[in-house]
Each structure stands twice: as C-alpha cells, then as structure tokens.
C-alpha cells in the first residue's frame, strides 16, 4: 500500500508570492489534514478535509487555505508569502471515521520564503 | 486552549540506558497517539492508546495511557542508537472534533 505523497519536497520562493502544495493520501483515506512545523513552534494544525468539506480548521490566517478533490487528494495554497511562513508543510491522511483512526504522514514540503 | 506539554524536550543518553518521556495535559482525550519523527521525514505512528490505564508493548518501548486519559508516558528500555528521533505525543479531544492536538515533542539522542 502506497503512503501519504507529498510534492514538491521542497520549495524556494520570494516573499509576496503565492504557493501551492499537494498532497496524495493513502487508498481509502477520505480525511486529509495539514499541520505547519517550525523549530519553535512545533507541529500547528491548518485545516482538516473530509469528503471535499473543510471540517476544521486552525488558528492561521487567511492567506492560508486549502480543498479536497473527489479521489480525496489535496491542495494547500500560501498567498503573498511571508518570511516567517518558512517551515516544513505536513499532509496526513486518516480514515477519518473513527476517534482512534491515527494520522500517516507525508514526508513533508519544505517550504523556504526569501 | 487545549495543550499538551512534554518533558523532557531534549535528551542524550548513551546507549543502554533507560528512560521516560512525558506527555500531560488538563484536558481529556478520546485517544492517543505517539510518533516518531527523523530529520527529513514525516512523523511515523509508534502506537494507539485508547482506554484508560491501558498499557501497550512494542519491543522496548512501553506506552502507558494515564487512568483519567489526561497523560502519557513513553518508557524505552535500553535505548539504542537506532532511536534516536522526535518523539510527538497527539491527542484528540472529546469534543468530537476532529483536530488533533500536538505535544511540543521530545528530541532524543542516544549515543553509542
């Protein structure tokens, strides 16, 4: 069973500009979340999908935002980037359905904003 | 604000040794899990611990889910090189949200 793919691993971009990350859960995987990790900071939650409907969502602003397509991939997307959004981008997915379904991580994008 | 705190955040130890990470929160989760994180890779699932009290063994590794499912513990038995990692402890809530909740994790270096 293939894992969580994320792409690209990683990424350079300029302040101001807007970016778009993927993510590809496992076969049957129907929750996708993505998590923000920095040094400092540690592992931030961004927003949850199920079934192409945001279920929750994290204490980040707008610029941040995200979908589920049909076949549950999903996409995040950083408009005018800011220096402090350098971190390493995480996608899990989950079955979703149940309170003991753990998360399955991708290897992470790593996002570097000049 | 729903956290989680862990003690330690770092660790180094020579290979033999044994130890425990701490996982503690005020609030009460339906589950939770631990994982291990290395440089350049995602966090890697380790185990589930869903009942109050249970105690799960994976190889030297024993995983204690506190009676009020407040806390957690992580005890490794004579820890090798090879674990060497961020340990991650993520709880989710009983709100009935689906939002898992982070601890601040725990960097362990064992040494040979």
């Known amino acids: 069973k293939a894992g969580v793919t994320q792409t690209p691993r990683y990424l350079i971009k300029t302040r101001g500009q807007q970016v778009t990350l993927s993510c590809s859960p496992i076969s049957g995987h129907r929750s996708v979340s993505w998590y923000q990790q920095t040094p400092g900071q540690g592992l931030q939650f961004l927003f949850e999908y199920f079934s192409e409907t945001q279920r929750n969502k994290g204490n980040f602003p707008g610029r941040f935002s995200g979908r589920q397509f049909s076949n549950s991939r999903s996409e995040m997307n950083v408009s005018t980037l800011e220096l402090g959004d350098s971190a390493l981008y995480l996608c899990?997915?989950?079955?979703?359905?149940?309170?003991?379904?753990?998360?399955?991580f991708g290897n992470g994008t790593r996002l570097t904003v000049t | 604000t729903q956290l989680l705190e862990q003690s330690p955040q770092f660790l180094s130890i020579q290979e033999g040794e044994n130890l425990t990470v701490y996982c503690n929160s005020s609030?009460?989760?339906?589950?939770l899990q631990w994982y291990r994180q290395e440089p350049g890779e995602g966090p890697v699932l380790l185990v589930t611990v869903v009942t109050g009290g249970e105690v799960k063994k994976l190889k030297r590794l024993t995983f204690q889910f506190g009676d009020a499912r407040k806390d957690s513990s992580l005890h490794i038995t004579a820890a090798q090189p090879g674990d060497t990692g961020l340990y991650l402890c993520a709880g989710l809530p009983t709100s009935g949200t689906y939002k898992y909740i982070f601890g601040t994790g725990t960097r362990l270096k064992v040494l040979a």
């Open positions: 899990a997915s989950s079955l979703g359905g149940a309170y003991n379904s753990p998360l399955h």
């Open positions: 609030s009460v989760f339906s589950s």
